[in-house]
């Protein structure tokens, strides 16, 4: 009957002793993991993603620069075979001009692509960016508007933390001078392109023995493939001119003119891997 | 912290809320058995001190009361009691007396040993468990923070680690609930034990005085 006795004389002290101890324990753990407060910097760090993924695309751009371009040296010369002198040199101007103008039209609409993939990158990050990049798309004629809406941007993201300003606006320099250089390089690129094609025709012309029994204006096309160094690995007739004498010479001049001379651009040398070569007799 | 705690799922929530209560519990007995024991230790040494000291049984008994009595009191007072009552009944055994007069103090050692022993288990039970309640919730924090992390593309540690974090804390809590409970439990076992031995150390001697005394007679 007085076995409760003890147990009740100390219950309410040990109850607030309990209580005390857990409060200890608690703020002790607060205390200790009050590291958890400076977790939100890497968040911030976050940040540095669009600007770096924004920083890479120009190479891209000049990349499928080089890939549309391709197929463009083949273009001109048929037509100018079967033209006169004069017309063909008026064409060739206005073709030239004409490929300058697609190539920038190219240029710039892989400029567009490149920057729609930036922003999509950076919707992960921001809504607002989103918005910016439909009214990107909707304007995006006009290549140094987009210039500045990015560096627009850049800085709407540079205002949250200032130390990563000038780095920034640094950065959206760069990414300026790489869009407007990128369309100057395609346009010299696909200049130089032409140059070489021409150059590798004019040797394999100078090579060419013409057989006397040829009748008319015999046109023959051959895919030429190439080494690095320029020297011809394989020549295989695409479209014979009907003659076999005069398709047996080109390719006896194509296999002489060996090695061709390459562009000295290493990008521009992966074109020259795969030739399309046209050749009329009456074209010199 | 407590955004962590905040954050977790319902599961863990409760995983967490249990394991508080009961460390509350367990930190609230630890403290009544720590008084208990404390009070129980020091109350039989004064009263062996008293007892052995030659003082006078009978007054001894007169100035028992059950408020501000120990264990210890309580046996010899049961004892006593037992043995008075046979005292004054004429033709009584001495044998019997004394041995009716164990019976109440083996008695009343069972009660006084059930009432310190009480709630041990309770500490036992946390000791054991506790540690797997908070397991459990970890586990459970586990998966829902990779189930969240099989719907991100790019998988990160920043994704995990909350989510493994605040699991954690579920282990913390049943670890630290548990810790203690384990330490109090051993603690006061031994305790315990070693006031039955004196207790019944205790009751032998008792039960030798009253049976000179029967004999006396």
Redesign the interface.
């Known amino acids: 009957?007085?076995?409760?006795?003890?147990?009740t004389?100390?219950?309410l002290?040990?109850?607030v002793?309990?209580?005390l101890?857990?409060l200890l324990?608690f703020a002790l753990?607060?205390y200790s993991?009050d590291w958890?407060t400076h977790a939100p910097e890497?968040v911030m760090v976050e940040l540095w993603q669009p600007q770096v993924a924004s920083y890479q695309p120009p190479p891209k751009v000049v990349k499928q620069v080089e890939k549309v371009s391709k197929p463009e040296p083949v273009q001109p010369n048929p037509d100018i075979a079967l033209a006169d002198k004069k017309r063909k040199l008026a064409e060739q101007a206005a073709q030239l001009a004409a490929q300058k103008q697609a190539a920038q039209k190219l240029a710039q609409a892989a400029q567009v692509k490149a920057q729609a993939q930036q922003l999509l990158d950076k919707k992960l990050v921001e809504q607002k960016i989103t918005e910016q990049k439909q009214a990107q798309q909707a304007k995006a004629d006009v290549q140094k508007q987009q210039a500045q809406k990015q560096a627009a941007l850049r800085q709407l993201i540079a205002q949250q933390s200032q130390t990563e300003l000038k780095n920034e606006s640094a950065r959206a320099l760069v990414g300026q001078k790489n869009a407007a250089s990128a369309s100057k390089q395609a346009a010299d690129m696909s200049k130089m392109q032409n140059e070489y094609v021409e150059k590798i025709k004019a040797k394999i012309r100078g090579k060419i023995i013409l057989p006397d029994s040829l009748q008319g204006n015999p046109q023959a096309r051959f895919a030429v493939s190439l080494l690095p160094t320029g020297e011809v690995l394989q020549v295989k007739l695409l479209r014979g001119s009907g003659q076999s004498a005069y398709d047996d010479a080109v390719e006896r001049a194509i296999l002489k003119a060996s090695p061709l001379p390459m562009p000295p651009d290493a990008s521009l040398m992966a074109q020259f891997r795969e030739l399309d070569l046209k050749f009329a007799k009456d074209e010199k | 912290m407590l955004a962590l705690v905040a954050s977790a799922s319902l599961t863990v929530k409760l995983v967490m809320a249990l394991l508080l209560v009961a460390s509350m519990m367990s930190w609230w007995f630890i403290f009544i058995k720590l008084f208990a024991v404390k009070r129980a230790t020091q109350l039989a040494q004064e009263f062996e001190q008293t007892f052995w000291n030659g003082a006078d049984l009978q007054l001894l008994f007169e100035r028992f009361s059950p408020e501000r009595s120990g264990e210890l009191e309580r046996i010899f007072e049961a004892g006593f009691r037992e043995f008075m009552k046979f005292k004054k009944q004429p033709h009584t055994d001495a044998t019997m007396m004394t041995e009716s007069a164990r019976r109440a103090m083996r008695a009343a050692y069972q009660r006084e040993m059930d009432s310190l022993e009480s709630h041990l288990s309770f500490l036992a039970t946390v000791g054991s468990v506790s540690p797997y309640v908070g397991l459990f919730g970890t586990v459970w924090g586990i998966m829902n923070a990779f189930r969240g992390l099989a719907n991100v593309a790019q998988a990160t540690l920043s994704h995990v680690a909350p989510g493994i974090a605040e699991a954690l804390i579920a282990t913390a809590m049943g670890l630290f609930a548990a810790i203690p409970a384990v330490v109090a439990y051993n603690r006061y076992t031994a305790d315990i034990d070693r006031l039955a031995n004196r207790y019944e150390s205790f009751i032998e001697e008792f039960s030798n005085i009253l049976q000179r005394q029967a004999n006396q007679k």
């Open positions: 009957m007085y076995a409760m006795a003890t147990p004389s100390g219950r002290p040990a109850a002793l309990a209580v101890v857990h324990f753990l607060v993991l958890k890497p």
